[in-house]
């Protein structure tokens, strides 16, 4: 049986890198089924962003492979990293302006489902065969 891989790359997550990193680590080297029910239950806001790339990925790996088992559909490797850096100012006394920054993350999954095993004519042939025997 052959394993497939498929991923998801979800861009400027409004959370920080740090906070993310915290809820995938979470569900780090999982089954797919597993991770999206700790995710649902998990009362962080970065669970919703983790979970949806989590799921996309799996539907990826679904849509280009339709011979996948989904029982066997792990995540392989899940990474956290910065994204793009939005600079604001918020207001300070006397007229002034402080800067600040809008930080957000970019989330990578990629999960690697097995085939199904396919019946061969051989298989095929003999539980024919056995229906046979038992009209």
Do not use: C, W
Request: aromatic fraction near 4%.
């Amino acid at each position: 049986m052959a394993t497939k891989t498929a991923h998801a790359y979800i861009k400027g997550v409004d959370s920080q890198p740090r906070k993310v990193s915290i809820v995938a680590s979470l569900v780090r080297d999982r089954y797919v089924a597993d991770a999206v029910v700790i995710l649902e239950n998990t009362p962080r806001r970065a669970a919703k962003a983790v979970r949806k790339a989590i799921e996309s990925a799996n539907a990826n790996l679904l849509s280009n492979n339709s011979n996948i088992d989904t029982k066997t559909i792990a995540i392989s490797r899940i990474s956290v990293t910065a994204g793009n850096r939005m600079r604001r100012y918020v207001p300070a006394s006397r007229g002034r302006a402080l800067p600040f920054e809008k930080i957000s993350s970019n989330i990578f999954v990629e999960v690697v489902g097995e085939e199904k095993a396919k019946k061969t004519a051989d298989k095929a042939a003999k539980v024919e065969k056995a229906e046979k025997e038992k009209k």
